[in-house]
């Protein structure tokens, strides 16, 4: 399957040499898995400290073949697991830095860490290289041992691994949602035993190991990269590391990038854009350019080359001093309304390295009314149940395709509304900077926003905290500095219950599971929003103004109007009041009478509790007799029902036994049908 080489040469200098201190480079041995929740979650963190310290830290990631389905561990299962027993892994996601210098989870160790260990020094220095062969199908590699401190350790062994730096899919291959993944282990070489090298060491001795792979399951040549390491196995300690870029015989690039470059375009009916195609061979070479789709009815696409223009295939000869800028043309139906379709434009050479490509992919879109954006587009959502409750035509688009936007190009003449319902948080391409920034542009193109996203402000200042979604969070969304006080967790953990603004929404059960988000879980860092000028709270908590989980805002000069709701729809359990919500939100945008419109399941029987607070009893009165059958609902502070009444047709008043009842808020609702209608707080006293 494979033809190996290793060769090893050792030999002492022969004339005295001074040799300086070896810089040690850290390793990191990563365990994760694409169908393991919490490695979505610790993944991101992990990524950054590796691009932001790469001369520090020399990163290897293992995709294991537990908890799920994961394809990157089904090409190579043996060396992963040989990994795993190793370090004695029995979770993901998991870390070991060094090999005995820390093994458990990623949260756990951060920059601070590395610089400790990056200051001890290395008895080694590495050099690697690594190339293609010319036949593009094999990798060799040579690794230089030099010692600069003299050394004894038992069972020595050195390290020469394969990785691919990125992987990128267009759907996530596990259930966890991830769809890139960095520093992959392809092959340890010469087998996951490594080679063994002398255990005793003084300065200036070296030796060269070389090797080499036939290649397999790669999913892109430029990717493609190397480590290797020194490490003993009688304690496990990595004394160095180096990482090595592969080199190709030739390279390509499409827009600056060596694998896929995606764009998003409004196709109104044609649009034209460009893709500036580019190679690295100093002699004339042919390159096959092809171009693909799915296209709805009618659409077509061509591409111009030169000036000659093309439908399917084109051979063009190219060199390193010409790049070739191609025009790309999308051709839509006019008058088409909520389509949109994929086209590729793929160069290759003609003749070597048949596998390696570059691709520009184009998003075309046609006039949308509504475009509903979310991380996954999932289109069976609640949101979208809402919108066809409604009768809502709409578009579903990847947060990667509202991204590949240029934003002067996002209005409401081509999108009318975008809806964007976050999951927990707002993360991955939602949160990159051109997102963020097609965001601003269509708000002050004057266009109609809904974004939704429980854990927005926690992004901003605690997980993501890019400059861009803080400018954002404060000055298109006007709200101050997220804090752990200012969390919806903390609020419902004071007693607070979430209401609606009176003549501004109705409010069902919130939470699909009541009780389940608290204080204690990161899942519900909900924030506590502030209506600044230009604002109108329409979801606050106990009718304090100061204190909201929902608001709308609008620009009466440039027609902009936002509404934006610190908690995810999909969590709304109530289909009444998830379609009265979706209803008053398009009333909103579209100028309708919002007092006029109050659904008819509204808080129109207003309550008063006397005593409150309470000691063994309470009395409810209502503002005017009930028109229906309804029952009085009391529920703790996480959300559990502890008293409950039959209330008939008529009934003004209510007594509530509240002597079994500890000390503490508890929310009073009462409810008709499965609606609710009046929602207070009652407080017990002991």
Not at 29 to 48: L, W
Not at 501 to 525: D, F, R
Not at 591 to 619: F, M, R
Request: hydrophobic share 35%; charged share 15%.
């Amino acid at each position: 399957m494979k033809k190996l080489l290793t060769l090893i040469s050792l030999g002492v200098l022969a004339v005295s040499t001074s040799f300086a201190q070896s810089q040690r480079m850290v390793l990191l041995e990563h365990f994760t898995q694409a169908s393991c929740g919490p490695c979505a979650t610790y993944n991101p963190r992990i990524k950054d400290l590796i691009n932001a310290n790469e001369d520090k830290i020399v990163a290897i990631k293992y995709q294991t073949s537990w908890p799920g389905v994961d394809p990157m561990n089904q090409q190579n299962p043996t060396q992963v697991a040989a990994r795993v027993s190793y370090y004695g892994v029995t979770g993901v996601p998991n870390s070991v830095l060094d090999g005995n210098y820390y093994n458990g989870h990623p949260q756990n160790w951060d920059l601070n860490k590395v610089n400790t260990r990056r200051a001890v020094e290395s008895p080694f220095d590495l050099t690697l290289s690594t190339k293609l062969n010319d036949a593009g199908d094999s990798i060799l590699g040579t690794l230089h041992i030099v010692c600069t401190k003299d050394v004894t350790s038992a069972n020595l062994k050195a390290q020469i691994v394969i990785v691919e730096r990125k992987i990128e899919f267009t759907k996530a291959p596990g259930s966890n949602g991830e769809k890139e993944f960095e520093h992959v282990m392809k092959r340890m070489l010469p087998s996951e035993n490594g080679t063994d090298i002398i255990g005793s060491w003084t300065v200036g001795m070296d030796t060269t190991i070389n090797v080499s792979w036939k290649l397999e399951n790669i999913y892109s040549l430029p990717q493609l990269g190397a480590v290797a390491f020194i490490q003993t196995n009688v304690t496990k300690e990595v004394m160095q590391a180096v990482y090595n870029k592969t080199k190709l015989p030739f390279e390509i690039q499409v827009n600056g990038t060596g694998s896929v470059a995606s764009s998003s375009i409004s196709a109104i009916p044609a649009q034209t854009t460009t893709a500036t195609f580019t190679t690295t061979d100093t002699v004339a070479t042919d390159y096959d350019f092809a171009i693909a789709g799915t296209l709805p009815t009618g659409w077509n696409a061509s591409f111009t080359i030169d000036g000659v223009t093309y439908t399917d295939k084109a051979t063009i000869s190219m060199i390193n001093t010409t790049p070739k800028n191609v025009l790309i043309t999308i051709n839509a139906v006019a008058g088409d309304i909520n389509k949109k379709g994929k086209v590729t434009l793929s160069m290759n050479n003609h003749t070597r390295l048949q596998g390696y490509k570059v691709t520009s992919l184009f998003t075309a879109f046609s006039p949308v009314t509504t475009m509903y954006v979310a991380t996954d587009a999932t289109s069976n959502s609640k949101m979208t149940a809402a919108l066809k409750g409604l009768g809502k035509e709409y578009l579903v688009a990847t947060g990667e395709e509202f991204d590949g936007f240029n934003g002067n190009t996002i209005t409401p003449t081509t999108i009318k509304y975008v809806w964007i319902n976050s999951g927990a948080a707002l993360s991955g391409t939602m949160i990159s900077d051109n997102f963020i920034g097609n965001v601003e542009k269509y708000i002050d193109n004057g266009g109609k926003l809904l974004l939704t996203s429980p854990m927005a402000g926690y992004d901003a200042y605690y997980s993501s905290k890019t400059e861009t979604f803080q400018n954002f969070w404060t000055d298109y969304l006007k709200q101050e500095s997220f804090t752990f006080s200012n969390a919806a967790s903390e609020l419902e953990k004071q007693g607070k219950t979430l209401n609606p603004v009176q003549n501004e929404l109705v409010m069902g059960k919130y939470w699909e599971e009541p009780g389940t988000q608290n204080a204690s879980s990161t899942a519900y860092y909900g924030t506590n929003l502030t209506a600044g000028e230009g604002q109108t709270m329409i979801l606050n908590y106990d009718d304090d103004a100061d204190q909201g989980a929902a608001l709308r805002m609008q620009n009466d000069v440039t027609g902009t109007k936002v509404v934006f709701g610190s908690f995810r729809f999909d969590q709304i359990k109530e289909t009444a009041f998830r379609n009265n919500l979706m209803k008053r939100i398009y009333m909103f945008f579209d100028g309708e009478d919002l007092a006029a419109g109050v659904s008819t399941i509204a808080n129109n029987n207003n309550i008063t509790i006397t005593p409150n607070p309470a000691v063994d009893n309470a009395k409810i009165t209502f503002a005017t007799a009930l028109t229906a059958a309804s029952e009085v609902n009391v529920y703790n502070t996480i959300g559990q029902l502890v008293y409950t009444n039959n209330l008939s047709t008529g009934t003004k008043s209510v007594n509530v036994n509240t002597s079994n009842l500890s000390e503490g808020f508890y929310t009073v609702k009462i409810q008709s049908n499965g609606n609710v209608v009046s929602t207070s707080k009652l407080n017990i006293v002991k």
